[in-house]
């Protein structure tokens, strides 16, 4: 095999597009990666980066070492059946980012026998910061998990999980997260808004402060709640902050809200798996 495996990305839609778009920026030739969607007007931009672009799954996935499958999980089990024969051909590495749906569910809708690497990635990807949660079937070899985290980790961190079931919870501290962050930053962005901040001034410090937050809790050899304590001079501001978040339970109610996510990686799952 070449240096670069080729890869295809069955479904080219949001998901598909920030790890495309980080293996790029990463040096990854385009021309070694094909993308499959029903509508070929929505591939027009991955085909002018250098993409081959077809409507036909098949012909997407034909010869290619490894096979990403980036549909909506609903769509996964339609979209796989009509491959199992191909699939039994060419015997690729499958890649599914589809939240839920377990690897015997894939392998059964794709005949049986495959390698299968299930992988909860994230948006961030698309900037070469995702993080990656995998977990490998046991007909994936050696050699294959190495692929996988040879082409995953060009779009940020990669971290094998040992049960397939943590993957429920990889989703929701990183595959879902981002939006958390987003959404903790629109709150920011509208309050500093209300203290009289313009909107401009406001999203600038609140994107730089998250970045520098994130950046220094990497860098840092203390933990986050150090890094807190840091900040949070007795009968000082910050201390009237984090009084009002933990008077509303913060922790409770991020809790919940990751079990919220958690929980309906599960049931979708159950509702659309074939286990
Ligand atoms: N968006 C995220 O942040 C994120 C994070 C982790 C995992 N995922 C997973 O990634 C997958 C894709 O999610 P997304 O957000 O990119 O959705 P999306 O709707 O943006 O993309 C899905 C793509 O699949 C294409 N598609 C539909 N039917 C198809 C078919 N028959 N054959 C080929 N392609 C077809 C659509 O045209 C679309 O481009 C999902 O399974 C999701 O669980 C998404």
Redesign the pocket.
Known sequence: MNQHPTLAF???????RAIIGGLISNGFPAAKIRA????ID?LADLKSQGLFVTTD?AEAMSSADIVVL????Q??K??LQPLAAAAARNKPLFIS????ITSQSINKWLGGDQAIVRC????PALVKMGANGLFANASVSEAQRSQAVSVLSATGLTLWVEQEEQLHAV?AVS??A?AYYFLFMEAMIAAAEKQGLSKEVATQLTLQTARGAAEMALQSDVDPAELRRRVTSPKGTTEQAILSFQANHLDRLVEEAMQACAARSVSMAKELGDD
Do not use: D, E, F, Y
Not at 120 to 123: D, E, R, S
């Open positions: 069955i479904g080219a839609g949001n998901m598909a499959s969607s029903p509508t929505r799954n980036a549909v909506k999980p769509m996964l339609a979209v980012v589809a939240a839920g909860m990635p994230n948006t989703t595959g879902s981002p």
